[in-house]
């Protein structure tokens, strides 16, 4: 699976929000504050097929930029 530039994007909105994401399988991605203040939905083009939790998604995202076309 390739994330698009959008989904990148959304992560990186994501992770001003809050620093762990879980993944539930679909093409829904969804984070919230953790003072529950603030929720934000996206809807994707990547349809994940198992649930994940991302712990820190900026050394994520920091991995990921160091690959010009990295597939998960």
Same mark, same amino acid.
């Given at each position: 699976m390739k994330f698009s530039d959008t989904t990148l994007?959304? &992560?990186k909105n994501y992770s001003t929000i809050n620093q762990g994401l879980v993944v539930k399988?679909? @093409?829904v991605l969804k984070t919230i504050t953790p003072s529950r203040t603030v929720l934000a939905t996206a809807i994707v083009a990547e349809k994940f097929p198992v649930a994940f939790a991302l712990y820190d998604l900026n050394k994520f995202l920091?991995? &990921? @930029?160091l690959y010009k076309d990295c597939e998960m």
């Open positions: 994007e959304i &992560l399988p679909g @093409s920091a991995k &990921l @930029s």
